[in-house]
């Protein structure tokens, strides 16, 4: 059974850091490529980063380009969201996502297979 487990959400002030993980329990974790997604009340679910299997490409929004970070661990099936100079919009749940690495970053929710629960992160002002 595919699942994906999100991790390392909280509280933090503006202009702190988190870093949120995702366990999977994928078959072969190096065939996914990986995302991560949030969903602010009221919002609808947007793309943040994006890594291919091998790490070669990662794509970012521009809300949070020189800011959130993404990485991934193969051996480990987990992949990483640090996210630095936080701000109150950041304040949404955050998601990871998987899909069937195909040499690009999937954008779009509905391109995704797989999904964690979420994770809350809350950014104080």
């Known amino acids: 059974q595919v699942r994906l487990v999100e991790s390392g959400g909280g509280l933090v002030q503006a202009g702190g850091s988190l870093r949120l993980s995702c366990a999977a329990s994928?078959?072969?974790?190096?065939?996914?490529?990986m995302g991560w997604f949030r969903q602010a009340p009221g919002k609808e679910r947007e793309f943040v980063l994006g890594?291919?299997?091998?790490?070669?490409?990662?794509e970012y929004a521009d809300s949070v380009k020189g800011r959130f970070t993404i990485s991934r661990d193969n051996a480990k099936n987990t992949v990483y969201l640090q996210m630095n100079s936080l701000k109150p919009e950041d304040t949404a749940v955050y998601y990871c996502?998987?899909?069937?690495?195909?040499?690009?970053?999937?954008?779009?929710?509905?391109?995704?297979?797989?999904w964690g629960q979420g994770t809350q992160v809350t950014v104080s002002s």
């Open positions: 996502a998987a899909v069937i690495d195909r040499l690009r970053v999937a954008l779009q929710p509905y391109e995704y297979e797989y």
């Open positions: 994928l078959p072969t974790f190096s065939r996914y490529a």
């Open positions: 890594i291919t299997w091998s790490g070669a490409k990662i």
